[in-house]
């Protein structure tokens, strides 16, 4: 799915958990994330903590969404 | 010939112990065969037997992978086995990363050949085909009665430390590894004969497929977030509640596009998954979890993006076609462009 | 242009008194053919020997390999321009000396040059293990340079060929084989509702001792051109090369050029093959554009419906063999590619340097990577201590009990890219 919206030009931030196999689908941002029934959330902490790490995620993600890259790059 | 002992790893579904919400089940090992053991159990007739099972939970695997593989090479060493089996996994992706994964550390670290099963568009293919004998199967278990006796039958040649044939007469997946032979004909031709089809329009194969190169260049950055139209896409099944187009939890048949320009927070009142392929609570609960749009509604309300794009659009990742994915992306990219958007957070379960 | 091979089997060859052939043996007077080769001031000493198929002999390290050819009825002779005046071949008759071939030999110039085994698992994958062999081993002077001791060994093994071809001059064939081009036009109409078929062969062309030349001329300097594919049987076409074995065409290649002879083979019954294009393979990206460029130019200005493309060499031609296989089709024309492939040891890396998924029509002549083990042999013409060091061969190669263990790049025509051999390559 990345790979068919990025051809037309607009970037993907792919943020997901299982890092490689957004590697072998072929994002070219990638941010990882939390688990995989909640990527960008995490059920043990309070709402408030939650909402912290989903904010500083997407932080990331936006800033990767401002940066040139080369090929695939995984914004840690 | 001695017997054969074999160490098979299974996930927390096959060994019966739940569904989606016992994915996170931590490995344990037990003696003997349990569930899908049968079938292979029964291929290898006296040949081979399975002394031992390993189970872990998908999520648990994929998630802590580095420590489950870990613990359960521990766990497989005193059975001192002579060949390992995983699965087989058919199309569940973690479940074939998992068995790709653990397959192909019980080779490197144990020094024990490995043989799994998959359907050749698991993710687990694609990471592991290189360095583990995947058998291909078909996308459901009702393939199991099929499977076992070619997975068998790999199982025990390599447990013997026999030469494996080719991919056509042993049904593994190819690995990408070129080994020569001597043709019937020259390769002039060989050559001649093939332009001649190609010429004629008829079927011919070429004795080397291009590796696909199928990567996209990344598109430029955007210049400044203050200004620009973000959207949302995910293929962790977020729909409205309800699920009104009814998309399939597994293998889905399309996708959909939501308004979300009334929500600031999206909550179990108004918003589920849809999707089959891990466990729901979390995203049921809380779809924000999935889809950022508490966060990224305040972002837009502070100015550091220019604004959210009113709709996102959904799917299920989990057993989708890749021929499908590709077609709903195509549209939803063509959506995306009418409506001006100039970047994407792509989320994935 | 019409051509007729006159083909004289040779059974055997001897060392004698004389240097004549007689009821297919080919008798050599050793002097005769070091009078030819010290000509040359470079090269300071030559010694001859010979080697026969299922022999315990092993030819290391070994430059080119050349079949003796003469023309009887022309004013032109075989290799114009290098052994012999500018004057164009491919037309008349030519005698050729079939079933042997010369080997050339000595000191290494570059890391390229390989092995022939004439019997064991390594005989396999080299033609030349089924030639009754002449090894010429020329010997240059202390302080020569690689480039003028190359082309002195060029140049003597050229000659001694030539003279070995001469010597066939009365001798009444065993064999005759006729090959005919018309001119375009004509061709075209002889055959119009057969498919037109054009061959593109490339030339290694890189510099440093990979060379190849062209009724003399330095294939580098060359724009791509037309020849008839007699020209080739005659000659027209030289090595230089001391690239890596397996895949670089020798001389003797080039006159016996497989894609010409089996696109012959369906000439006029399945197919009409109007000609052949030579092209290069220069290290600068604007001579792999241009070549590439007008490679497809001419092969569309012949106006045929699909092409052969075979490569010489690998690595960075792998990107003009992509570039030419692109265009032509570009242009609608049918190709079908012929190469070979370094997918390393264990066969796991991609095969070619470039790719493109025009190029759906790959025929490969094998992973060169391959391992092999060659166990010693009794004689050896040459120098085993080269091994270590020739292109396929690793530090080690050579073990203390006389086995080598290579990849099968160190071996001579291994991986032909004419499409000489029957090796393949599959996935597993």
């Known amino acids: ?76 | 010939m001695k017997k054969l002992r074999v160490v098979h790893y299974i996930n927390q579904f096959y060994a019966g112990i739940g569904g989606e919400e016992k994915a996170d089940y931590p490995p344990e090992i037990r003696e003997g065969l349990i569930g899908p053991g049968q079938a292979l159990q029964a291929a290898f007739k006296e040949e081979a037997e399975i002394v031992a099972t390993v189970i872990c939970g998908d999520s648990y695997y994929n998630e802590n992978m580095e420590e489950s593989k870990s613990q359960i090479l521990e766990m497989i060493r005193p059975y001192q086995p002579d060949i390992f089996v995983a699965g087989p996994a058919f199309n569940a992706g973690r479940y074939g990363v998992a068995c790709g994964d653990i397959t192909s550390h019980v080779q490197n670290e144990l020094h024990i050949p490995g043989v799994t099963g998959m359907y050749v568009e698991n993710p687990g293919v694609d990471l592991y085909k290189k360095e583990v004998y995947i058998i291909e199967t078909k996308n459901s278990a009702a393939d199991m009665r099929k499977a076992a006796p070619k997975m068998a039958k790999l199982v025990i040649k390599l447990g013997h430390h026999q030469e494996v044939g080719s991919p056509e007469e042993e049904h593994y997946i190819k690995r990408g590894l070129r080994k020569n032979y001597f043709a019937d004909k020259r390769g002039s031709e060989r050559a001649v004969d093939m332009l001649l089809a190609k010429l004629r329009k008829e079927k011919f194969d070429t004795e080397y497929p291009m590796p696909s190169f199928d990567r996209v260049s990344p598109s430029p950055a955007i210049k400044d977030l203050s200004q620009s139209k973000i959207a949302i896409v995910t293929s962790g099944g977020i729909v409205p509640k309800g699920n009104p187009d009814h998309i399939e939890s597994s293998s889905a048949s399309k996708y959909g596009t939501y308004d979300i320009s009334q929500f600031d927070d999206l909550t179990d009142q108004d918003h589920e998954t849809a999707h089959g392929g891990y466990d729901p609570v979390f995203a049921n609960e809380d779809s924000d979890r999935v889809i950022p749009v508490d966060v990224l509604k305040e972002m837009e309300k502070e100015g550091m993006i220019g604004s959210l794009h009113p709709y996102f659009y959904t799917t299920t990742g989990n057993g989708t076609a890749v021929a499908n994915a590709k077609a709903f992306a195509t549209e939803i990219a063509i959506d995306l462009k009418n409506h001006g958007v100039d970047a994407v957070i792509l989320t994935s379960t | 242009m019409k051509l007729e091979l006159r083909n004289i089997m040779i059974n055997d060859i001897v060392f004698g008194e004389c240097s004549k052939i007689q009821n297919n043996q080919l008798m050599i007077n050793p002097k005769d053919l070091e009078s030819i080769v010290l000509e040359d001031e470079h090269i300071a000493e030559v010694k001859f020997d010979i080697a026969k198929p299922g022999e315990s002999t092993r030819i290391t390290p070994v430059k080119d390999v050349l079949e003796p050819r003469f023309k009887i009825d022309s004013e032109s002779q075989v290799f114009p321009g290098v052994a012999s005046k500018v004057k164009t071949v491919g037309e008349g008759k030519t005698n050729v000396l079939k079933g042997m071939a010369l080997v050339t030999s000595g000191r290494i110039v570059g890391f390229q040059e390989g092995i022939i085994d004439m019997s064991g698992p390594g005989a396999e994958y080299t033609p030349f293990s089924k030639t009754i062999n002449l090894v010429m081993s020329a010997y240059c002077h202390e302080g020569v340079k690689p480039h003028e001791h190359e082309k002195a060994v060029r140049l003597a093994g050229i000659k001694v060929a030539k003279f070995l071809g001469e010597l066939s001059i009365d001798v009444e064939p065993n064999e005759i084989q006729v090959f005919e081009t018309l001119p375009l036009l004509q061709g075209i109409q002889k055959y119009p509702d057969l498919p037109k078929v054009a061959y593109v062969q490339m030339l290694q062309s890189q510099g440093l001792l990979h060379d190849t030349y062209v009724y003399g001329v330095d294939a580098k300097t060359i724009v791509p051109t037309l020849l008839y594919p007699t020209e080739l049987m005659d000659g027209a076409i030289i090595s230089g090369n001391c690239v890596s074995a397996c895949d670089k065409n020798t001389t003797y290649h080039h006159q016996n050029n497989c894609v010409v002879h089996d696109l012959y083979e369906k000439h006029g019954k399945e197919i009409n093959f109007v000609g052949v294009v030579i092209t290069n393979e220069n290290v600068y990206l604007a001579d792999k554009e241009r070549s590439s460029d007008w490679t497809a130019k001419l092969v569309e200005y012949l106006g045929v419906d699909g092409v052969i493309i075979s490569q010489e060499g690998f690595g960075n031609p792998d990107t003009d063999l992509i570039m030419n296989c692109k265009k032509i089709e570009e242009k609608g024309i049918d190709t079908v590619i012929i190469t070979d492939e370094y997918a390393g040891r264990d066969g796991a890396s991609q095969s070619l340097a470039d790719a493109d998924p025009k190029a759906n029509a790959v025929v490969t002549g094998g992973n060169a990577n391959e391992v092999i083990k060659l166990p010693p042999m009794d004689k050896v013409i040459g120098h085993l201590e080269y091994v270590d060091k020739i292109a396929g061969g690793f530090n080690g190669s050579l073990e203390e009990n006389g086995w080598i263990t290579v990849e099968l790049q160190a071996i001579i025509g291994a991986t032909n890219e004419l499409g000489f051999n029957h090796l393949s390559a599959k996935e597993y």
């Open chain 1, 1 to 76: 799915m990345v790979k068919e919206i990025e051809k037309t030009g607009i970037p993907v931030v792919h943020m997901c958990t299982i890092v490689p196999i957004s590697k072998t689908v072929g994002a070219n941002r990638i941010v990882p994330t939390v688990a995989i029934p909640h990527p960008l959330g995490n059920p043990s902490l309070t709402m408030a903590e939650e909402k912290e790490i989903r904010r500083n995620l997407v932080l990331k993600a936006l800033e990767a969404l401002t940066i040139e890259v080369e090929g695939q790059t995984v914004f840690e």
